[in-house]
Nanobody, 130 residues
Framework: QVQLVESGGGLVQPGGSLRLSCTAS????????LGWFRQSPGKEREGVSC????????FYADSLQGRFTISRDNPENTVYPEMNDLKPEDTGVYYC???????????????????????WGRGTQVTVSS
């Protein structure tokens, strides 16, 4: 069973950038597809981005308009979402999630939906405010 710990959240001004990280333990990291989700006040948890276990293909929510990127470092057991041109509506708790998919056969745009994932971190707060 894999454990996930997010870090890197904080307060950032509108237009700023932030790089989060999620470090995993307890499993073979390279076997997992990984997703990032956020939950803004009064809203449901929504998919932000995901990256596959196989060829590291990435998908992003359309609403992000190219402002976010995601990468992974398998030797470091860590995934890095980077957020640019942050807006107040990006405020929320950001969660890392993992799904076991050793050969990447299941991976696709559907990995932006939370129902796919088996393991979750506790989240890190991001606040965008001046």
């Amino acid at each position: 069973q894999v454990q996930l710990v997010e870090s890197g959240g904080g307060l950032v001004q509108p237009g700023g950038s932030l790089r989060l990280s999620c470090t995993a333990s307890g499993g073979t990291f390279s076997y997992y597809s990984l997703g990032w989700f956020r939950q803004s006040p009064g809203k449901e948890r929504e998919g932000v981005s995901c990256i596959g276990s196989g060829d590291h293909t990435t998908f992003y929510a359309d609403s992000l308009q190219g402002r976010f990127t995601i990468s992974r470092d398998n030797p470091e057991n860590t995934v890095y979402p980077e957020m640019n041109d942050l807006k107040p509506e990006d405020t929320g708790v950001y969660y890392c999630a993992a799904h076991l998919d050793p050969y990447g056969l299941e991976y696709g745009p559907g990995h932006l939906f939370r129902e796919v994932y088996d393991y979750w971190g506790r989240g890190t707060q991001v606040t965008v405010s001046s």
